[in-house]
Nanobody, 123 residues
Framework: QVQLVESGGGLVQAGGSLRLSCAVSGSIFSIGIMRWYRQAPGTGTQRELVAWISSSGNTVYVDSVKGRFAISRDNAKNMVYLQMNSLKSEDTAIYYC???????????????WGQGTQVTVSS
């Protein structure tokens, strides 16, 4: 099994910064794409893909966070980060990390999720 634990969320004023971390542990042979999603209040169970990073470091962002957020990863530590700058009230959400991982060379690629961390931006 693979476990993901997010940290770094909290309450911040608009214009401030936070850095989210996600630690991946367990039966890991390899990790592929690592992603950050968010679920805003009042959106039910709908989660928005915020950013993702490939194993080689290529990154993609949703338009609303381009220029403000930066995703990075540390392959040696099995960590993924989300640096969030110039935060806005509309960034308020629960942030989840998700990874594609294999437990062995011949195992299938599976997706794993963390439990989420709350980010609240006050205006």
């Amino acid at each position: 099994q693979v476990q993901l634990v997010e940290s770094g969320g909290g309450l911040v004023q608009a214009g401030g910064s936070l850095r989210l971390s996600c630690a991946v542990s367990g039966s890991i042979f390899s990790i592929g794409i690592m992603r950050w999603y968010r679920q805003a209040p009042g959106t039910g169970t709908q989660r928005e893909l915020v950013a993702w990073i490939s194993s080689s470091g290529n990154t993609v962002y949703v338009d609303s966070v381009k220029g403000r957020f930066a995703i990075s990863r540390d392959n040696a530590k099995n960590m993924v980060y989300l640096q969030m700058n110039s935060l806005k009230s509309e960034d308020t959400a629960i942030y989840y990390c998700a990874v594609d991982s294999k437990s062995s060379r011949v195992a299938s690629l599976r997706e794993y999720w963390g439990q989420g961390t709350q980010v609240t931006v006050s205006s």
